[in-house]
């Protein structure tokens, strides 16, 4: 039930208030509550039609009936409610010869049109119940002069008052529908970020894929091309290499159904924390192991990350051994080098091997992965023949998040 205070209020505040109190319950049933309106004003209009005061007869019956029953449909159609009411309004004038008790339907007919009716038509059926009132009151009162003046000044203030009313609940009415709508963007928008942020997601976890799977199986094939021209000569060299895969495999799977399972959005995905520039040294050891002269080292003083950077650096760097291992060839060695600056943190991976041949194989994206790690963190990659021999790979990652701006990233 909907309180109402009325202390230091006036009478037209408590009247909308109650008005609004009432409105939910008629928003939901429409039909019901104006049918069970229009029923109860018949009813006290007939009670005293049947008074002894009453000489109305079958007319004022009549009229009273058609006064109320367009109420039923008062805010489904308010514009053809209002019109019918005003019909027999007009009606009434030429039929019967006193004020009926149903012509307070005339009132709330205009309060609906100013309510949810468009703000021209309600305008204009103001002017038109308010020009009605004075036909109105020189009819009913004998063409009284003082009896007329105060009949059409009680029908002209309560007009006003209906039509104050109706404009107080449509400027609610319009509230609550810019609310609605309102309410209706935030949940589009919020759908919309939601599948921005999958999207995301898997291209995320893609990447992670990539970059497990591709150093990973580079890591297997130099092992097992290695352990097999040594398994004669060597077999406890051989039996170091089947060592190493089976490690490195179980690594890989283990990451892969990691990544699997978020994608497929299992719940019991086994959670991890991503690897960062402290496995940088372990990346180095596996890919020692795999065959490759790699050396690790420092500049300046290191720090703590934001975890989405050491992710960063940590992946261009096994990105980039991987491309190695892969296309610098036979008796190739690397180096990589960590830059700590006061901003950012630079990751530098340089091979003596074949160079120009490695830019671009054309059958991978390990140079596009890097550049969509880096770059959207504000950062920048290089990677091509150095002048000295080789490849380098050269990526520059700020140290902080990045912050966000209107611009997006082309």
Request: proline share 4%; hydrophobic share 50%.
């Amino acid at each position: 039930m909907t309180h109402v205070d009325t202390r230091g209020g006036c009478p037209l505040s408590y009247a909308s208030g109650v008005l609004a109190g009432t409105h939910s319950w008629l928003d939901r049933h429409t039909l019901a509550g104006d049918a069970a309106l229009a029923v109860v004003l018949l009813g006290f209009s007939l009670l005293t039609l049947a008074g002894e005061e009453s000489d109305a007869g079958v007319a004022g019956i009549v009229f009273s009936v058609l006064l109320t029953a367009p109420l039923v449909f008062r805010r489904r159609a308010p514009v053809a409610v209002f019109a019918a009411v005003m019909l027999a309004c007009g009606g009434q004038l030429l039929f019967v010869d006193e004020v009926l008790a149903a012509n307070f339907a005339a009132l709330m007919v205009l309060y609906t049109l100013v309510a949810y009716a468009p703000r021209r038509l309600a305008a204009i059926g103001l002017g038109v119940t308010l020009a009605g009132t004075v036909p109105f009151a020189l009819h009913f009162e004998d063409l009284s002069a003082a009896g007329a003046g105060l009949t059409w000044l009680v029908a002209t203030v309560h007009l006003l008052l209906a039509a104050v009313l109706g404009d107080r609940m449509h400027a609610r009415l319009q509230q609550h529908e810019g609310l609605r709508e309102r309410a209706r963007t935030l949940a589009a928008e919020r759908d919309q970020q939601a599948t921005i942020a999958a999207a995301a997601e898997r291209a995320r976890i893609t990447r992670e894929l990539h970059d497990v799977i591709a150093h990973s199986l580079s890591v297997v094939i130099a092992q097992a091309d290695g352990g097999r021209y040594a398994a004669e000569q060597d077999p406890r060299a051989a039996t170091a290499a089947l060592h190493t895969i089976a490690s490195t495999a179980r690594e890989a799977q283990a990451e892969m159904r990691h990544a699997l399972g978020v994608l497929g959005g299992r719940s019991d995905a086994p959670m991890h924390p991503q690897p960062g520039v402290g496995e940088l040294a372990a990346l180095i050891a596996r890919t020692r192991e795999a065959g490759l002269e790699v050396e690790l080292a420092e500049e300046g003083v290191p720090r703590a990350l934001a975890p989405a950077a050491g992710v960063t650096v940590y992946r261009v760097a096994q990105e980039a051994l991987t491309n190695v291992l892969k296309h610098a060839g036979p008796g190739a060695t690397a180096s990589v080098v960590v830059s700590w600056q006061p901003d950012e943190v630079t990751v530098v991976v340089r091979d003596d091997g074949r160079g120009a041949v490695a830019a671009d194989d054309g059958r991978g994206r390990g140079l596009t992965g890097m550049r969509e790690r880096v770059e959207p963190r504000g950062g920048t990659l290089s990677a091509g023949p150095h002048p000295e021999g080789g490849f380098e790979v050269r990526a520059a990652i700020p140290a902080a998040a990045p912050r966000a701006t209107g611009a997006r990233r082309s």
